[in-house]
């Protein structure tokens, strides 16, 4: 992986509170302190963001700074800067987007390998605009923390970047959708490529419902006919009851013809 040192990171500053000065004099810890020390609040989670669209990166710093239990600590525009401030920056966390411009650098699938292995334990939350199934399935393959989808709602990405911290992968409700949808087309292409014509005929209608009989009477076939194409399509399908049958219909989507006559 190609991390070139020249490059010059962080677009911003981050806003680091002041240290307090240590006062002349002051007394030696005493063992009540421990207690003390217990009592005060977490820490805030540290956060690097990268993303190259400086008003995504403007909404990002309004969001976090509303965040009690966050904050951003660095932040870049190109994958190169992403590993320069990485290196440079005590951090728990990285919120970036999937495609950025890779100055030098690897991009995409290879940049969060990359990133995973240099910095191990560092859980990745990933934004895109990418609606490529295949991509996204490429992404949460590498068990990143989160990933979400630019058309989200912006107030789960706190809930995302939460659940990556306690190594539970958060999909937002725009990939979910968007997955779910792609897989129903895999499935229903692969029932037009195993099926013949009259068995896809016969498993569209059972999915309404319909009973050999009752399809049967509709096509004006056989309930033999039927019965047969219908044992048919399971075998070919892998299924093993009415009931797997109605089911994998249903869930792939699959609807008779608008012609049935």
């Excluded at 993303?51 to 932040?75: C, E, G, K, S, W």
């Excluded at 809930?159 to 997955?179: C, F, H, I, K, T």
């Excluded at 399509?233 to 249903?250: N, P």
């Amino acid at each position: 992986m190609k991390t070139p040192s020249s490059v010059q990171a962080a677009v911003w500053p981050a806003k680091a509170g002041a240290e307090p000065n240590q006062e002349r004099g002051a007394r030696e810890p005493t063992p009540n302190d421990a207690d003390s020390d217990a009592a005060q609040p977490a820490q805030p989670l540290r956060l690097l963001v990268a993303d190259d669209h400086p008003l995504v990166l403007f909404a990002l710093d309004n969001l976090i700074a509303a965040q009690t239990n966050m904050r951003i600590v660095a932040r870049a525009q190109t994958m190169g800067q992403l590993f320069e401030i990485a290196a440079h920056h005590a951090f728990d966390l990285v919120l970036m987007d999937l495609h950025m411009p890779s100055d030098g650098c690897e991009g995409g699938h290879e940049a969060i390998r990359a990133f995973q292995r240099e910095h191990a334990g560092k859980p990745v939350v990933v934004l895109t605009m990418d609606d490529d199934a295949k991509v996204l399935r490429g992404a949460l393959d590498l068990d990143v923390g989160g990933l979400l989808s630019k058309r989200d709602r912006i107030d789960l990405i706190p809930v995302a970047l939460a659940s990556a911290m306690v190594q539970e992968q958060y999909v937002g409700p725009s990939v979910r959708d968007l997955l779910e949808r792609a897989s129903r087309e895999e499935r229903r292409a692969h029932v037009h490529r195993v099926l013949s014509r009259r068995e896809y005929e016969v498993l569209s209608h059972y999915a309404t419902g319909l009973g050999v009989t009752g399809i049967a009477r509709l096509l004006g076939r056989s309930v033999k006919t039927i019965s047969a194409q219908k044992c048919a399509a399971m075998k070919k399908l892998a299924l093993s009851s009415d009931i797997e049958l109605y089911r994998f219909a249903v869930e792939c989507g699959v609807v008779p013809p608008e012609d049935t006559e």
